[in-house]
């Protein structure tokens, strides 16, 4: 039984469907593996009458852009998410200045915020998330924003 040769053309297309498939096995290769990073800033503090830098709920007056009210500090620390491989969020601690609690928190930008205690009234410390949206941001992308919470 001889074998026939194969045509020329035939080899080159199977040589070029070979490279495209490792190409592109190696594209996924080279997206697979990516750590997502982390950064918090250290904490600012804005007190009154300084403007707010974000609408806070449940205190009417704490409004963006305007005058925080009297006795209120805003603690406000900037996160940065780079989207890896594993889903990943920041957890930390916001603390108020000495002498105030927590009265709510906020998150501007790109960022989500969730509170991690299960009781924060009359508490200084509060243990937060700072999370992203999977769905907005892609692999590799960035999400940042500032993390505030609001105490008195």
Known sequence: MSSSPIPRRAARAALIALAATATAGGV????????????????????????????????AKARAGKPLPKGYVAVGRDVRIMRGDDAASAAFRMVCPRGKTWRTGTATGALGLSVLDRTVSGKRSVLVMATYDRETTALGQTAAGTIHALCR
Do not use: K, M, Q, Y
Not at 39 to 55: G, I, N, T, Y
């Open 28 to 59: 996924a290769l080279a997206a697979e593996g990516v750590d997502t990073t982390i950064s918090v800033s250290p904490r600012v503090l804005v007190a009154a009458p300084r403007d707010s830098p974000a609408d806070f709920p449940g205190v």
